[in-house]
């Protein structure tokens, strides 16, 4: 039997994106509400408990008010939004965190989809702390550089319309209370809230993430090559694994390593660099914010659970 898929919020950024990854399949059925009930929340519930898989791109609490209005037990839900990614009875949407992930969100009836920022450093902390490299209590700081898609309708239109005037590196939740916080904490396995200071730069898509470390401090200062192979041995052999580990190199430079690398795909590429000597190291995690880091990661998903 064929699924039905219903997208709610298709027609924003996240949501034309999936529908636009969805629309030549043969094995499952889009349906949408009528351009005209678009906004009526009685026809969002008609397909809502109409859909055997919901995908909500929406606001939080718009996609706390879908869950609500699901009435079934046969809705299965994937979560765009910030809404439900810590929250009770919710199945966390990053396939390669761990080995039995992907087995999880297969059999799950309400998947969180990661945010975007949030993605790379779990990728590159949790196979840390999991080896005892580093410490739940580690001060942990990110920042990085996304696509101005990143920000929604809103700044996609601020951007497209300044175009060569708009900025060419905009730092924002400089109140240091991203919204993003809590999802790193918990999936990273910190004991203690990280320090996020995220940046928007003048392109559409594509991010660098970046996770300076300080080591000195520790008992035991593990080197470079160390981090690097409990990284790699974490995603080695993982089944449909987007994820991949770069080389162990000393290297000054990368052209390679550029935010729109992976723009178009759903990939993540993760690098380690180290000064021993020093007791520093570099984590970096290049991805496309709205492959991997958004609707590529919901078509993973939904992928899973029509296997499941």
């Excluded at 580690?138 to 700044?155: K, Q």
């Excluded at 708009?166 to 109140?175: K, R």
């Excluded at 991203?178 to 203690?192: G, N, Q, W």
Aim: glycine share 10%; aromatic share 6%; with cysteine.
């Amino acid at each position: 039997m064929t699924a039905k898929i219903f997208i709610d919020g298709e027609h924003g950024t996240t949501g034309l994106q999936i529908r636009t990854r969805l629309s030549e399949r043969g094995d499952i059925e889009l349906i949408s509400t009528p351009l005209e009930r678009r906004k009526e929340t009685a026809a969002r519930a008609e397909f809502l408990n109409a859909a055997d898989i919901a995908i909500l791109c929406l606001p939080d609490d718009a996609a706390r008010e879908s869950v609500s209005l699901i009435e079934n037990d046969t809705t299965r839900v994937i979560d765009a939004s910030s809404a439900h990614r810590v929250a009770e009875g919710w199945t966390y949407g990053f396939a390669e965190m761990d080995r039995g992930q992907a087995k999880a969100i297969a059999g799950a009836k309400r998947v969180a989809n990661p945010g975007c920022w949030p993605q790379g450093p779990i990728a590159l902390l949790r196979p840390l702390v999991a080896a005892g490299l580093l410490p739940a209590d580690f001060p942990v700081t990110v920042n990085g550089i996304s696509g101005y898609s990143g920000g929604g309708r809103g700044m996609i239109e601020d951007y497209e319309t300044k175009g060569e005037d708009a900025p060419e590196f905009m730092p924002y939740g400089l109140t240091l209370n991203h919204k993003h916080l809590p999802e790193l904490r918990a999936y990273a396995r910190l004991s203690r809230d990280p320090l996020m200071q995220p940046a928007v730069g003048n392109f559409a898509q594509g991010m660098i993430s970046v996770v300076p470390l300080q080591l000195g401090q520790l008992d035991r200062v593990p080197r470079g090559e160390e981090l690097h192979a409990a990284i790699a041995d974490h995603y080695a052999g993982l089944e449909d694994s987007v994820v991949e580990v770069a080389p162990f190199e000393a290297i000054e430079r990368s052209a390679e390593i550029e935010p729109e690398r992976f723009n178009g795909t759903d990939g993540m590429r993760l690098y380690v660099f180290a000064n021993d000597a020093r007791a520093q190291a570099l984590l970096m995690a290049v991805y496309d914010n709205l492959g991997k880091g958004a609707s590529g990661a919901a078509v993973q998903n939904l992928d899973l659970m029509l296997k499941g």
